[in-house]
C-alpha cells in the first residue's frame, strides 16, 4: 500500500462540485437519465422498525446510477470541444456500461479498460453497447496508465469513475430527486444511505441532500476489507486497502478515497458502515423477496447496513439507495436460496 506522503495532493477548494453543479447537471441530463422511483414498503418498515424508502437505480439506464455521472461528463466536454470523438474509461463495470451508453448516445467512440474478472454480464454488457474493452490484470496491472496510453494514442478524452467535478455533480441527481420526491411524499428525510467506493455517488448526493436537508445524516455503505472511507474518516487523511481477497462486491472495490471525494465526505458525511458478506446476501434476499428487485452486491450494500443498524435507526425516515442491479445469475441464485432475513425480527 504506497504511503500517505506519495498519495497526490489534496483537491483545492476551488475544484470542488457545489449543490449548484448538481442542480447544473440535472438540467443537462433531463430527458437523459430516468426519474427513477422512491420506493416504499410498509409491512417492511413495520417489521424493521423504521420507515424504509429504497431510490431504486437498478431501474436507471444501464441497470445503475453510473449512467448520469458518465452522461454529464460527456455532454460537457461535448459542448467545450464539438469537434471531440473518442472517450475512454477504467471500470470494474457499472462505469463501463454508463460510459458505453452515454458516449453511444453523442456518437462517440468508447475504450474501456475492465479487470479481467469482471462480471461476465457486466462485460457483455458493454460490449453490447458498442465499446472496445481492454481487459487487464487487478492485481498486477494500472489500469489508469492502461487508459491514458490508450488516450494519448487515440486522442480520447479520460472520464474516471468518482474523481471529477462533473461525474460527481451527474451521481449527485440521485440526491437531488431524493430531496423532491420526499417533498412530493411529505416528510423530510432523516437519514440517507447509499454504496459507497471511490465515492463519487455519496459524495454527489451528500452536496445535494445537505443543501436542502442540512439536519439528515448522509452515510456511506463499504464492504469488509474495502473500509477505506471508514478510515480514513477516522483518521482524517486518506487511507488504502491493505490487500484482500476479492469482494463479492466488486463495484466497491476502490483502493482509496478519491482526491476529489473525501473532503466532500469528511464536510457532510454522518460516517461509513462496512459490511459483511452475509449481510449483502441477506439484503439482496430481502429485495428479491420483499422489494421485487434485483440488487447486485454492491448496489444492496447500503440496504445491508440499514438492516444492521435498524436498532438505531427506529422511528426515523431512512432512505437507501440501492445503485445497481448488474448481479451474475449465479450470485442472485446464491443470494435468493437464503433464509428470509426478516424472519425472527421483532
Avoid: W
Amino acid at each position: 500500500m504506497p504511503s500517505i506522503e506519495t498519495l497526490p495532493a489534496d483537491a483545492d477548494s476551488a475544484e470542488l462540485p457545489t449543490a449548484a453543479d448538481v442542480d447544473a447537471a440535472a438540467a443537462r441530463l433531463k430527458g437523459r437519465a430516468l426519474l427513477t422511483p422512491l420506493l416504499e414498503f410498509p409491512l417492511v418498515s413495520e417489521r424493521l422498525g423504521f420507515r424504509l424508502l429504497v431510490k431504486a437505480e437498478t431501474l436507471q439506464i444501464t441497470g445503475s446510477f453510473k449512467f448520469r455521472g458518465a452522461s454529464n461528463r460527456l455532454l460537457a466536454a461535448r459542448a467545450a470541444d464539438p469537434a471531440l470523438k473518442a472517450v475512454v474509461a477504467f471500470s470494474s463495470g457499472n462505469h463501463a456500461q454508463g460510459v458505453a451508453a452515454a458516449a453511444r448516445l453523442l456518437g462517440l467512440k468508447a475504450t474501456i479498460v475492465m479487470p479481467a474478472d469482471a462480471p461476465r454480464i457486466k462485460v457483455d454488457n458493454t460490449r453490447a453497447l458498442g465499446a472496445e474493452v481492454v481487459p487487464y490484470e487487478r492485481r498486477t496491472e494500472d489500469r489508469e496508465a492502461i487508459a491514458r496510453a490508450i488516450a494519448q494514442r487515440e486522442g480520447g478524452l479520460i472520464v474516471p469513475p468518482y474523481d471529477d467535478p462533473h461525474v460527481i455533480a451527474g451521481q449527485g441527481t440521485v440526491g437531488l430527486e431524493i430531496c423532491q420526491q420526499a417533498a412530493a411524499l411529505g416528510f423530510d428525510p432523516d437519514v440517507v444511505m447509499a454504496p459507497c467506493s471511490g465515492g463519487g455517488l455519496i459524495a454527489g448526493i451528500a452536496l445535494a441532500v445537505k443543501a436542502r436537508h442540512p439536519g439528515a445524516a448522509i452515510y456511506a455503505a463499504e464492504p469488509q476489507g474495502y473500509d477505506d472511507l471508514g478510515r480514513s474518516l477516522a483518521a482524517g487523511t486518506r487511507l488504502g486497502n491493505a490487500p484482500a481477497a476479492p469482494s463479492i462486491c466488486d463495484a466497491l472495490m476502490a483502493e482509496r478515497p478519491g482526491r476529489l471525494t473525501f473532503p466532500i465526505h469528511q464536510r457532510l458525511l454522518a460516517g461509513a458502515f462496512a459490511v459483511s458478506e452475509d449481510a449483502v446476501l441477506d439484503a439482496m434476499n430481502l429485495a428479491l423477496r420483499h422489494l421485487k428487485l434485483v440488487v447486485e452486491p454492491g448496489g444492496a450494500a447500503a440496504l445491508a447496513a440499514a438492516l444492521d443498524q435498524r436498532a438505531a435507526l427506529a422511528g426515523r425516515n431512512v432512505v437507501v439507495v440501492c445503485s445497481g442491479g448488474n448481479a451474475d445469475p449465479a450470485l442472485i441464485q446464491q443470494a435468493a436460496g437464503r433464509d428470509d432475513p426478516l424472519v425472527g425480527i421483532a
